[in-house]
Every structure is written in C-alpha cells, then in structure tokens.
C-alpha cells in the first residue's frame, strides 16, 4: 500500500488523529493529511527532532527509538518509526497512547509490506 493510501486507513480508523505526515528516514515527505505543505513539513520536521533527542538520551545497547509521545496540555505528537519509514500524527488533549501508537505502527506495517 502506498503511504497516502496508509494515512487514508489510519484517519479512518483512529479518529484521534488531527494531523498526520508519512516520511522516509531522511526526513522526505511521502504523504501528509494537510493542504499546507509549510505545516506538513513543520510537523515531519518536528517528528524528525523528537526522535533525534529521544535517541539521544538513551544510554544503553545503542537501540534506536521506535516510538515517542510528546504530550502538552493541548495535544499531542505521537511518532512511530518503521525499517524504512516514520509515521507522525498530532492528537488533542488526553487521548489513549497505546492506541494511537498501535495504529500508527499498522500505518507503517502496511506501507512497509509487513501485514
């Protein structure tokens, strides 16, 4: 399944999801649920930040971050990272994190061939 297709299914299914960017690991937008190309790349690019500082915390085994939530009492950003991909998608206030997360991780297993 193409990523636009994935971002599709995933509001869909999570109607938690506000916003929502597909990218490659290098940061390339592969599909957003915006119009405006300056807030999808403002969000990728936000995803991109998170999991570079996450990342950069972790102390142990070198592994690498797969999967954050950055909560603020307004929303928040929820990123998942796949083998070739990252999903991210913003949320309101107080909504259920596994689940969120757990369908962004669908998202990337269906863009990346993993059903």
Not at 27 to 37: H, K, N, P, R, V
Request: hydrophobic share 45%; aromatic share 2%; proline share 2%.
């Amino acid at each position: 399944m193409d990523a636009a297709e994935a971002l599709v299914d995933l509001t869909d299914v999570s109607t938690q999801v506000r916003e929502a960017v597909v990218l490659e690991q290098n940061g390339a937008i592969l599909a957003s649920t915006l119009d405006d190309e300056t807030r999808a790349r403002r969000l990728a690019d936000a995803a991109g930040a998170a999991l570079e500082a996450a990342g950069a915390i972790r102390t142990s085994g070198g592994a690498r971050v797969t999967a954050l939530e950055a909560a603020t009492r307004s929303g928040s950003l929820f990123v998942a990272a796949g083998k070739e991909a990252v999903c991210a998608a913003t949320t309101g206030p107080d909504e259920p994190s596994g689940l969120v997360l757990y369908d962004l991780r669908a998202c990337l297993r269906s863009i990346e061939g993993d059903e």
